[in-house]
């Protein structure tokens, strides 16, 4: 049967656990391996019984070409390390925190928000050491010399950094960027007093108050060149020459974590600024790991742990987020929580097989994403898998869709164990539950940057109505939009724009049954209706 994506992670535990050191005595040891070659790596310590919390932590499964930039990303969040052994060969790494505390941190996040490095899981456990020797190998002594330049213990507190306030700029920005996530991912880094959104030369960019230079100086060091999501939405950071930032509103564009009495002015973002006109959750990382970020302000949103957490504080990232923040180095390193890396195919159930098609699939789960294929299967007709484009829209999909209600019954949606839907052999009839709709004319993302990127929203009563030719009045629509038998509650034509409309229909379930029928209706002119969810109501 078809399912959750298999976890294979069990935190504080020795489940192949020090396997590169096959035979231990007890006592202090020093033990030889070889990495990278002939390079001999020395590690002494003292042995420890499995599952007892330890400042060195065990790190398996890495990338064979893994960086030690990429290996300090994953510590850094929880506080200072004072050691790090690579051993490439094996796949492994050990850290050494400064506490014990800040590993028991560290375990406990990674156990309920399993890291990725470059598409690959990474398991992350409480080594049975209490420290690490190293010896003065090169290898050793470029990962010192790589824990020296990202750690925060050695950014001088004496030294000041130029200024509390840093200046971002988002690249590529291919999925939208929220004030909410940009505060989570700095948050981690130290007490982020204020923010402010905006879009400069058609860029999005953000200014944004520590309150201190050595967090900022670390936030900088962290998370420069690296990418929000996979592959684009690049952070690139410099200090402001700004001493100090202004706050007047908090709402979407600005915040001032220090006064919560602030009004909340005009907090409608236009959209002429698509990266901050969006539901996307935030929460690529939580701020829960990092103790100095508590702020007084209510949050836009409550960040719920999907599971409870032995270690107060800690909260792992929402199904809704995109994953794959990068930390220090050349790293992608992304905290998932539903779907594995590459995992975008999705099995949906409790379908009415009375109703569904694969094509009313294909249209809903377009609204989220690129469907490459759609099968319904054959003896089982409540069941379907429908493969998106990457795995990022299948996780958008199931965090929007999952609960939703279609033709009476309500969608559940998980990941699936296979990796593409599979086209019936030729020859082989299976009357039409499968289709491929790879080449399909109406992928709403196929163009990078696209506007479309920046509307994605939870379904909604209400409709957005584009493309509509001018010849086409109000009555017309909300008589096509009733002849399902649906209600049609509110319309109006946008002021500036006679080609865009909002809709409201009777109920969420009733507009997205309208969604379905409707989006590509021919309306004539060479006109084909485009239909998608709206934040807004009339």
């Known amino acids: 049967m078809d399912g959750s994506v298999h976890q294979d992670l069990t935190a504080g535990t020795k489940r192949g656990s020090e396997e590169v050191f096959p035979s231990v005595s007890n006592g202090p040891y020093i033990m030889s391996t070889t990495a990278n070659g002939n390079d001999s790596k020395k590690f002494k310590g003292d042995i420890r019984g499995p599952g007892v919390p330890s400042r060195v932590i065990h790190i398996r499964k890495l990338p064979n070409d893994i960086a030690e930039a990429e290996v300090i990303s994953l510590g850094l969040p929880f506080g200072d390390i004072t050691n790090l052994l690579m051993l490439k060969a094996k796949n492994q790494a050990f850290l050494e925190m400064n506490s014990e505390e800040a590993a028991q941190n560290m375990v406990g996040y990674y156990s309920t928000v399993m890291p990725i490095i470059r598409n690959h899981l990474v398991y992350v456990q409480f080594s049975n050491h209490k420290e690490l020797k190293t010896d003065n190998s090169p290898n050793q002594e470029r990962a010192q010399a790589a824990l020296r330049a ?13 200024s509390t306030v840093l200046r971002v700029v988002v690249e590529n920005l291919v999925y939208p960027v929220t004030l909410d996530a940009l505060c989570q991912i700095f948050s981690k880094f130290g007490t982020v007093l204020r923010i402010i959104v905006f879009t400069k030369n058609s860029q999005f960019q953000a200014l944004l108050q520590y309150a201190d230079g050595v967090s900022a100086q670390s936030a900088k060091l962290s998370l420069e060149g690296q990418n929000i999501y996979n592959g684009c939405c690049t952070l690139r950071i410099s ?8 706050v007047k509103y908090n709402n979407e564009k600005s915040r001032d974590f220090t006064r919560p009495d602030l009004p909340t002015g005009d907090s409608q973002p236009s959209m ?14 939580s701020a829960g790991p990092y103790g100095g970020a508590t702020h007084t302000f209510p949050p836009t949103f409550t960040l719920q742990p999907a599971m409870s957490s032995h270690y107060p504080g800690l909260v792992p990232a929402l199904p809704g987020a995109l994953a794959s923040l990068g930390l220090p180095g050349a790293s992608r390193l992304g905290f998932h929580h539903h779907l594995s890396s590459g995992v975008s195919v999705l099995l949906v159930s409790n379908l009415n097989p009375e109703r569904v098609t694969p094509l009313c699939l294909f249209v809903l789960f377009g609204v989220y994403g690129d469907v490459m294929r759609v099968k319904i299967l054959f003896n089982k007709k409540e069941n379907a898998l429908v493969q998106m484009s990457d795995c990022t829209q299948a996780q958008l999909a199931m965090s929007h869709l999952s609960g939703q209600q279609l033709h009476g019954k309500s969608l559940r949606i998980t990941p699936s164990k296979h990796t593409s839907v599979q086209l019936p052999r030729e020859g082989h009839e299976d009357q039409g539950l499968t289709k491929d709709y790879s080449n399909s004319p109406l992928h709403r993302f196929k163009k990078p940057g696209s506007k479309n990127y920046s509307n994605i929203f939870p379904p909604s009563a209400t409709l957005h109505l584009s493309n509509i030719p001018p010849s086409v009045v109000e009555d017309e629509l909300k008589m096509l939009f009733s002849t399902s038998g649906a209600m049609v509650k509110a319309f109006k034509f946008f002021q500036k724009d006679h080609k865009m409309a909002l809709l409201q229909m009777g109920s969420v379930e009733e507009a997205i049954e309208s969604l379905i029928e409707f989006h590509n209706h021919d309306l004539g002119e060479n006109h084909h209706l485009r239909v998608s969810f709206s934040k807004s109501s009339i």
């Open 150 to 162: 990202l750690t925060t213990s050695h950014v001088d507190p004496t030294m000041g950094a130029p």
């Open 239 to 246: 200090f402001s020459k700004l001493t100090s930032l202004n």
């Open 272 to 285: 002429e600024h698509p990266a901050m006109a969006t539901a996307f959750t935030p929460g690529i990382i």
